[in-house]
């Protein structure tokens, strides 16, 4: 799973999605039977943007040989982009919420775009936009699954 940037709690204890949003994370992966345990969490850059703005084009580029090699390394089946930034970076496109839940496969991976659990929580814990995660959720369960064999 790669996410977009280091939130406060993030930057403070060095472990993504440690915070409110990974709380959120860790309900949408535990509601699909899956667990942090079978998951690797990176972001797109690594250093959190100051007062929590989005990442800079300039930051994510500089970012982009870390990242690159570490999917080298990696070798994932499955990509799991969270948020339009971490989408932008290895799918090339835009908008999230047209791309959400909507496998592509790139060399041979699968991705899988993810609204940000972040959206969830500004969104006032919106009942729908948690069906919608969940189902997304689903998919990347299956995804995993198929792709695990």
């Known amino acids: 799973m790669?996410?977009?940037?280091?939130?406060?709690?993030?930057?403070?204890?060095?472990?993504p999605f440690c915070g409110?949003?990974?709380?959120?994370?860790?309900?949408?992966?535990n509601s699909a039977g899956l667990?942090?345990?079978?998951?690797?969490i990176?972001?797109?850059i690594l250093c959190r943007p100051e007062n929590n703005r989005n990442p800079a084009k300039d930051e994510v580029e500089n970012c982009r040989e870390r990242?690159?090699?570490l999917i080298s390394i990696m070798?994932?089946?499955v990509i799991v982009t969270i948020g339009n930034f971490a989408t932008e970076r290895i799918l090339g496109k835009k908008g999230i919420t047209s791309l959400r839940g909507k496998i592509f496969e790139i060399e041979g991976k699968k991705i899988v775009p993810v609204i940000h659990p972040a959206n969830y929580?500004?969104?006032?814990?919106?009942?729908?936009?948690?069906?919608?995660?969940k189902n997304d959720f689903e998919i990347i369960a299956k995804v995993a699954k198929e792709n695990n064999k």
């Open 75 to 77: 070798r994932p089946k």
């Open 42 to 44: 990176t972001n797109t």
């Open 20 to 29: 409110m949003s990974g709380q959120v994370l860790n309900e949408l992966l």
């Open 67 to 69: 990242l690159d090699r």
């Open 121 to 133: 929580l500004y969104s006032g814990r919106n009942p729908e936009m948690f069906t919608q995660m």
């Open 35 to 40: 667990s942090r345990e079978d998951i690797f």
């Open 2 to 15: 790669i996410g977009e940037a280091p939130g406060a709690n993030e930057d403070q204890q060095g472990i």
